[in-house]
Nanobody
Framework: QVHLQQSGGGSVQPGGSLALACEVT????????MGWYRQAPGNRRKTVAR???????EYEDSVEGRFTISRDDNWNVVYLQMNGLKPEDTAVYYC?????????WGQGTQVTVSS
């Protein structure tokens, strides 16, 4: 059974940094993409960043240049380094992996940016 375990996150002042990690356990079919999404209260879940099986990355416009997505070589862990955090980055963050058979989601991690 595939399981995604998230860690990191928390609270920080504007301009600060936080990091998220998501560990994948269990047998999966070929993973073709790993990503991070976020959902603020009253809003739908939105893509933050993704990295595909060729190493290509894409970012939501508002985080471009501030956030960095990366993964380990074995596709076991995906990371999100968040710098220059702003209050509008406050949300629950979810990791996601897409495989040839299914999508899987982490449990969600709260990130709060406030002074």
């Amino acid at each position: 059974q595939v399981h995604l375990q998230q860690s990191g996150g928390g609270s920080v002042q504007p301009g600060g940094s936080l990091a998220l990690a998501c560990e994948v356990t269990g047998k999966t079919d070929d993973i073709w993409v790993m990503g991070w999404y976020r959902q603020a209260p009253g809003n739908r879940r939105k893509t933050v960043a993704r990295i595909d099986n060729k190493g290509a990355t894409e970012y939501e416009d508002s985080v471009e240049g501030r956030f960095t997505i990366s993964r380990d070589d074995n596709w076991n862990v995906v990371y999100l380094q968040m710098n220059g955090l702003k209050p509008e980055d406050t949300a629950v963050y979810y990791c996601n992996i897409g495989s040839s058979s299914s999508d899987y989601w982490g449990q969600g991690t709260q990130v709060t940016v406030s002074s």
